[in-house]
Structures are given as structure tokens and as C-alpha cells.
């Protein structure tokens, strides 16, 4: 299978940019959402303490659509990286 657009048809190549403009807009729309998502599963770090890691697993698995959750998850490991940097 080629990645290379040139060598898709007119219908694939059009299918797959309809699926970037979808995912685009979902982002556009939920970026904020999905940030003050992810700064409430941080906010529980200190309170969960050992056990975060995993509840931040099953409420990342709870969410839908799973490109929101992938978002979420891009997030909270923005968060926890400038965390780590700030250190």
C-alpha cells in the first residue's frame, strides 16, 4: 500500500482530506476542553499518589470519542513534562 497521495484516486485522496477536516474541527472545538480536562486528572495527583497513574488510565479509557481521550492524554503529558522541566 502507498502513502504517496499522487498515487491515490481522486475518491481516496478526497476521503482522507474530509477525515483531516473532521479531525481538525473536533480539535478546534474541544482543544480547551480537553485541556481543563487534563489539568483536573493532575489536580488528583497528589490526592491518588500512588495509585494516579492508574486512574488517570481508566478515565483516559472511559472517554469518547478516543481521539478526544488521545487529546486529553497529549495534555496531561504536556502538563507533566513542563512540570518535570520546571523542577
Known sequence: MSFNLANMSFEE??????????LFEMWQNNLGK??????????????RKGKW??????????????????MVRSEVNKLMAAASAGR
Open 53 to 70: 497513574a492508574e486512574w488517570v488510565r481508566a478515565e483516559l479509557e472511559g472517554m469518547t470519542p478516543p481521539e478526544y481521550a488521545s
Open 13 to 22: 485522496r478526497a476521503q482522507i482530506e474530509a477525515e483531516k477536516a473532521r
Open 34 to 47: 480537553a485541556k481543563g480536562e487534563a489539568a483536573r486528572l493532575i489536580a488528583e495527583k497528589p490526592r
